[in-house]
């Protein structure tokens, strides 16, 4: 599917970098994209300004070019390439997001960002990367992060439908890497076998995917006195906190997911089901 001509986006930042605010949505070109599984894709695209500022848990808005198509796609950051690039891996759900994954090296597409509160990664400890699905993506950035860290380490445990989509970017960037298929189990199955070796003191959870699967995390880890930071996933009108199409209930009343977070700590969250 072709674009309109590619305008290059670095004059775009550095207008804005002269007049201290951070660049506004923008036309950025397309230097990649591969199918990973059915329907799940990896794009990388050129942008030095987000490729700088994309903290493990932001995420960007990707515009599609359809008119009749009024809203952004919220895609969370997976990796920082060389040469001012980012990457986002996502699954195809409906018109726009087929629309992006019939895109090209070479076509453009509109951005903003990067957005929101990321991960914090407070220091040297054993962080324990808890993925479901397409909530993988923004835990692959976060173990980019992590490996540079001194002192630092990290286990990824990661739940799929079916094809192991991720494994082969996120076992470059980790220590220990374990899977499991919906047939075999679930990340809960994971984390009960890496228990052992595993000291309280000394680790932080970190968990993206179906809110379920989050719940379930974040009691499994409360029990466990493990501090646990949650990625949320959530349906975004604006992507920056002007909308309020995207509010959590938290202990500290109703919270913007793209503004506030996507991050949130696991205590403040107040989950459906009582964290059970």
């Known amino acids: 599917m072709s674009q309109a001509v590619f305008t ?34 990896r794009m990388t695209i050129k942008d030095p300004f987000a490729a700088q500022e994309a903290h493990p848990g932001s995420f960007v808005n990707l515009y599609p070019a359809d008119s009749m198509t009024l809203l952004p796609r919220p895609l969370g950051i997976s990796r920082v390439l060389d040469g001012g690039q980012i990457e986002v891996i996502f699954g195809v759900v409906g018109k ?21 509160k990321g991960f914090d990664l407070g220091g040297a400890a054993h962080y324990i990367l808890v993925g479901g699905g397409l909530g993988v993506p923004p835990l692959i ?29 996120v076992e470059r960037l980790v220590d220990d890497l374990r899977s499991i298929s919906n047939d075999h189990g679930d990340v809960i199955t994971l984390l009960d076998g890496v228990e052992s070796g595993i000291d309280p003191s000394n680790t932080v959870i970190l968990t993206c995917g179906p809110t379920p699967m989050m719940e379930a995390v974040a009691f499994w880890a409360g029990k466990r006195s493990i501090p646990t930071q949650c990625c949320m996933e959530s349906r975004m009108g604006c992507g920056y906190g002007t909308c309020v199409a995207c509010v959590v209930d938290t202990v500290n009343g109703r919270l913007k997911v793209c503004k506030d977070g996507p991050v949130f700590r696991a205590q403040d969250l107040v989950w459906k089901d009582g964290g059970r």
Do not use: C, K
């Not at 004059?11 to 990973?36: H, N, Q, Y």
């Not at 997001?97 to 957005?115: K, N």
């Open 8 to 41: 290059t986006t670095e004059p775009v930042i550095d207008r804005a970098r002269r007049a201290g605010r951070r660049p506004g949505r923008r036309t950025d070109m397309i230097t990649g994209m591969e199918a990973l599984d059915r329907d799940v894709w």
């Open 96 to 116: 726009g997001t087929r629309e992006f994954s019939e895109l090209r090296p070479g076509d453009s597409v509109d951005l903003l960002g990067p957005l929101g």
């Open 141 to 169: 950035r976060a173990a980019q992060a992590i490996r540079g860290m001194e002192g630092a380490q990290s286990t990824a445990l990661l739940g799929y439908r079916n094809l192991h989509f991720a494994d082969r970017i």
